[in-house]
């Protein structure tokens, strides 16, 4: 990229175009995560207002965190002087009878807030995977407290739901008797080689779907149907093409380690997506990119919006990559631009590198106002936007359309 650009210092706008406080607060913005290999237990922060989120510390040590957090009992200020705060004509404060029964309720004294402290430990989990996680009990804190029980009542949700999950995963991780490592070393050598055989073939059926596409689940994926999916029907192929696969697989496996449960499908495509975003920022090699945006309704009506990323390899070539799709709560600009940073930040990709910015014409994409090309720009002067070229072309077609029924029939019909 260097020589097609003369760079100014990396990440950092130009001095004569920003002021001192300006600067300041984009190098703030722009700093890096830090992944830390060792960490003093005793240095972490007891507060949930101020605490480092479980997704910045790395993978190998998260557990650790976890179980001190756990350890240590939710953040609980019984005997704190909660403030109050007015609600419409009344003063209202938050009731430490609350904690009672809420085990994994806890206070921040620093914000005035409330939190949960199972979601703030597993949350990152269900989020990777395209779950909406409450992010009133994780990251910015919950301050209602007209309408605590009720609020309190409808997080818990039912017995599916992501909090719930959390809340069992706590407990299962404080049990050692139950982890998977303890399990594993259980195991006799045969048992580990048979294990790992089973997951590569699972992976290696993974990898060739994701590569070209295609679909994992069937309608009937019982031992009675013709066919019970390209999943399972592929790793049967794999199996009797291959006998030392095929006598430890699907029926011939352990019931309960059969590696190819719908849940154990999404792990390993997660895992997928997480080793090909790092493919990715490695060829980006921490240069500039713009960023192509949309967004649409899935098929179950939830909000997405599918991020692709744009920049120059090392070689010139101009290279553009899809890097995620993400659930959003709605549309709004502010929701996009807190998204799009949420995810940037997760992968140590800093807004200030934003040289580019492509969407359609939407108001809440271009608006002039309040539209997320004007929120980026306010932050990154230097994300110049253009109008979707995709989007531009549909809306002629569109447009020549509705005059020409000929156009109509030949792209349409």
Not at 55 to 63: K, W
């Amino acid at each position: 990229m260097d020589k097609y650009v003369t760079r100014s210092k990396i990440g950092y706008p130009s001095s004569s175009s920003t002021n001192p406080s300006t600067a300041s607060t984009i190098a703030f913005k722009i700093q890096k995560k830090i992944f830390i290999s060792d960490v003093d237990l005793a240095s972490l922060e007891a507060d949930p207002g101020i605490r480092k989120p479980i997704a910045e510390y790395n993978p190998n040590i998260r557990d650790d965190i976890r179980r001190y957090y756990i350890l240590k009992k939710p953040c609980q200020p019984k005997d704190h002087k909660f403030p109050k705060t007015k609600f419409g004509k009344e003063m209202r404060q938050f009731f430490p009878n609350w904690f009672k029964d809420r085990k994994w309720l806890e206070y921040s004294i620093t914000k005035d807030v409330a939190f949960c402290l199972c979601c703030y430990l597993f949350k990152n989990e269900y989020e990777s995977r395209g779950n909406v996680v409450d992010a009133a009990f994780t990251k910015t804190g919950f301050r209602a407290w007209n309408k605590a029980t009720e609020r309190f009542r409808a997080h818990i949700g039912d017995v599916n739901s992501i909090h719930n999950k959390c809340f069992n995963k706590m407990l299962d991780l404080m049990d050692q008797s139950q982890s998977i490592r303890t399990s594993f070393d259980k195991k006799s050598k045969k048992e580990k080689s048979e294990s790992q055989h089973r997951l590569s073939a699972s992976v290696d059926v993974t990898r060739f779907l994701l590569k070209l596409g295609l679909s994992f689940r069937g309608h009937d994926e019982s031992r009675s149907s013709s066919n019970r999916g390209i999943f399972l029907e592929l790793l049967q192929w794999y199996g009797d093409i291959n006998k030392d696969v095929g006598s430890i697989i699907l029926e011939k496996a352990p019931k309960n380690e059969m590696m190819c449960s719908p849940s154990i499908q999404k792990d390993i495509v997660d895992s997928c997506a997480k080793e090909t975003i790092k493919f990715i920022l490695e060829d980006l090699d921490g240069d500039y990119f713009g960023i192509l945006v949309d967004e649409s309704k899935d098929i179950s009506h939830k909000e997405q919006m599918a991020l692709v990323l744009r920049y120059v390899n090392k070689e010139g070539e101009v290279i553009e990559r899809c890097v995620g799709i993400v659930h959003v709560s709605d549309t709004s600009a502010c929701s996009l631009k807190e998204s799009i940073y949420s995810f940037l930040s997760d992968h140590s990709l800093s807004p200030s590198q934003i040289r580019g910015q492509g969407y359609d014409g939407a108001s809440n994409m271009q608006g002039h106002l309040n539209g997320l090309k004007t929120l980026i720009l306010d932050e990154t002067p230097s994300a110049y936007y253009i109008h979707c070229f995709a989007h531009q072309l549909q809306l002629t077609l569109v447009a020549l359309a509705k005059k020409d029924s000929n156009v109509d029939d030949f792209f349409f019909a």
